[in-house]
């Protein structure tokens, strides 16, 4: 029940700028704070970001996040050949009684 | 070193039923909320279960409702997943979790399920 949207992809050069967005409603994004994920090929997913706009120890500072209203987003600045990945926004949802997951976005660096 | 290992994946026909467990070392398993996560084949991310520290609370994504029952062992560090009635779609990687949607947030590295005849 993928009930958080996210482009399907996105790309950019090395060194570029990369934004996904991740558009929700108030039972959950709107109420509940965000998180991030990253899946690298072959890999289980790993916490990127936590509360709309923390970062875990070890991530780098290139990956921020924001959330305003029923929306966040992921940006990644100084884009690299290691950021390719599929990239997943999370919240638990209050009606659904449920953590619901993104629909998820592939970065790919051109 | 935290460390979320699961096995009890496998081959299973349509009707059957599986036991996942996951094996938890590295933190305080008592402490926190463990989930279930499952991924189909080429498909995005889906939650499946939670379970409270003490197991005193359980939530289930609908499809599985009835199905499918989290439990915990807190002296074993332990956590499972019970599936009875599988079906084709629950063909998954399933993902022990622990503490899902907060700053602790960890992940195993999976064990697959396939439904198939």
């Known amino acids: 029940q993928s009930v958080l949207t996210q482009p399907p992809s996105a790309s950019g050069t090395p060194g570029q700028r990369v934004t996904i967005s991740c558009s929700g409603s108030?039972?959950?994004?709107?109420?509940?704070?965000v998180n991030w994920y990253q899946q690298l090929p072959g890999t289980a997913p790993r916490l990127l970001i936590y509360t709309n706009n923390q970062r875990p120890s070890g991530v780098p500072d290139r990956f921020s996040g924001s959330k305003s209203g029923t929306s966040a987003s992921l940006a990644i600045s100084g884009l690299q050949s290691e950021d390719e990945a599929d990239y997943y926004c999370?919240?638990?949802?209050?009606?659904?009684?449920?953590?619901?997951f993104g629909t998820g976005t592939k970065v790919t660096v051109l | 070193e935290v460390q979320l290992v699961e096995s009890g994946g496998g081959l299973v026909q349509p009707g059957g039923s599986l036991r996942l467990s996951c094996a938890a070392s590295g933190f305080t398993f008592s402490n926190y909320w463990m989930t279930w996560v499952r991924q189909a084949p080429g498909k995005g991310l889906e939650w499946v279960a939670n379970i409270k520290e003490d197991g005193s609370e359980k939530y289930y994504v609908d499809s599985v409702k009835g199905r499918f029952t989290i439990s915990r062992d807190n002296a074993k560090n332990s956590l499972y997943l019970q599936m009875n009635s599988l079906r084709g779609e629950d063909t998954a990687v399933y993902y022990c979790?622990?503490?899902?949607?907060?700053?602790?947030?960890?992940w195993g590295q999976g064990t697959l399920v396939t439904v198939s005849s």
């Open positions: 999370a919240a638990w949802d209050g009606s659904l009684k449920g953590y619901v």
């Open positions: 979790v622990r503490a899902v949607g907060s700053s602790s947030a960890y």
């Open positions: 108030t039972s959950n994004i709107g109420n509940n704070p």
